[in-house]
């Protein structure tokens, strides 16, 4: 049996890059105030991350950052996807998960309007070239992730309406038509996240179930916490963890846009396990977390 992980040995579960930030207002060839919350994924060999990024207009948008190594990013000359009229945007684009399926890249970002937050889908297959596929979840909506594959069918997708404190499942038969809403995890009025929880990370397939890395708030602490759901229906729960993986410790965690916050859209799983997590830090940073998937896994279950 493996030794249980205790809240003081959590530096075993999750280790901080020495050097974080890794990207910065500093690092942007262009006028912006913030940089944060990146969508992540790996593709033939290389390290995607679509940042999301506040102009001086205080509007949000996506420029796209490379890398051979994940740690050190080539940075964006440009946008790649802005707010655009009549869109169901036009106010920002903000908080992007990238899902791979195949050879095609889904991108779920909170899409702003006159109308308040609402769920965006958009598709790429070169990261060139962007096609929005329309809002698929009115408002008030946001905090939404796609699996990386069909289940028993169906397409199937977390997220939060704003009026909710819990994480919805949906399902659909083509990504554009989504139905049979309901809640499947919900904060824990003692805990972490006790206020409420969202989605984070793309999940990840695994022996044991989904793997989601979401993030819980509390006492406006933003964490990062995992949970396993059902292989076979993503729907049902099968455990939690009982702490968080990741909590605002670090300056650049504590001060800055808005405080005290880590937040996660993106993590990717090398071939040896290790796992990249990418996270905003205080809505003003990009840092980086590693961790392995067994230990996530592990925490879950175990602790």
């Known amino acids: 049996m493996s030794e249980k992980i205790l809240p003081k040995d959590l530096e075993r579960v999750v280790s901080r890059y020495d050097h974080n930030p890794i990207i910065s207002t500093e690092d942007i060839p262009f006028a912006c105030r913030i940089v944060f919350n990146p969508g992540a994924v790996k593709f033939e060999e290389k390290y995607y991350l679509l940042l999301r990024i506040q102009d001086m207009a205080l509007t949000s948008n996506f420029a796209l950052a490379t890398s051979n190594n994940g740690i050190n990013f080539e940075m964006p000359n440009e946008y790649v996807f802005s707010p655009m009229q009549g869109a169901g945007d036009h106010r920002g684009v903000e908080d992007p998960r990238i899902t791979q399926i195949e050879d095609d890249f889904y991108i779920t970002y909170t899409?702003?309007?006159?109308?308040?937050?609402?769920?965006?889908?958009?598709?790429?297959?070169?990261?060139?070239?962007?096609?929005?596929?329309?809002?698929?979840?009115?408002?008030e909506n946001k905090d939404a992730v796609l699996l990386p594959e069909k289940v028993n069918g169906n397409y199937f997708i977390y997220h939060r309406p704003t009026s909710s404190n819990s994480l919805w499942a949906a399902r659909s038969p083509d990504l554009i038509h989504w139905g049979k809403n309901e809640p499947v995890l919900d904060?824990?009025?003692?805990?972490?996240?006790?206020?409420?929880?969202?989605?984070?990370?793309?999940?990840i397939k695994t022996e044991d179930g989904w793997l989601h890395i979401y993030h819980g708030v509390s006492f406006r602490?933003?964490?990062?916490?995992?949970?396993?759901?059902?292989?076979?229906?993503?729907?049902?729960?099968?455990?939690?963890?009982?702490?968080?993986?990741l909590s605002p410790e670090k300056d650049y965690e504590r001060v800055g846009e808005i405080n005290n916050?880590?937040?996660?859209?993106?993590?990717?799983?090398?071939?040896?396990?290790?796992?990249?997590?990418?996270?905003?830090?205080?809505?003003?940073?990009?840092?980086?977390?590693?961790?392995?998937?067994?230990?996530?896994?592990?925490?879950?279950?175990?602790?």
């Open 111 to 139: 899409a702003y309007s006159r109308h308040g937050a609402s769920v965006g889908l958009a598709h790429t297959k070169d990261f060139k070239d962007f096609k929005r596929l329309g809002i698929i979840f009115p408002p």
């Open 261 to 303: 916050i880590v937040f996660t859209c993106g993590a990717i799983v090398e071939d040896n396990g290790e796992v990249k997590i990418y996270y905003g830090a205080a809505d003003t940073s990009i840092c980086l977390a590693t961790t392995t998937l067994d230990k996530l896994v592990e925490f879950a279950k175990e602790y």
């Open 187 to 203: 904060p824990d009025i003692y805990s972490w996240d006790a206020e409420k929880v969202g989605a984070g990370a793309v999940p």
């Open 221 to 245: 602490n933003y964490r990062l916490g995992v949970a396993l759901f059902d292989l076979d229906d993503p729907r049902k729960l099968i455990r939690k963890s009982e702490n968080y993986i």
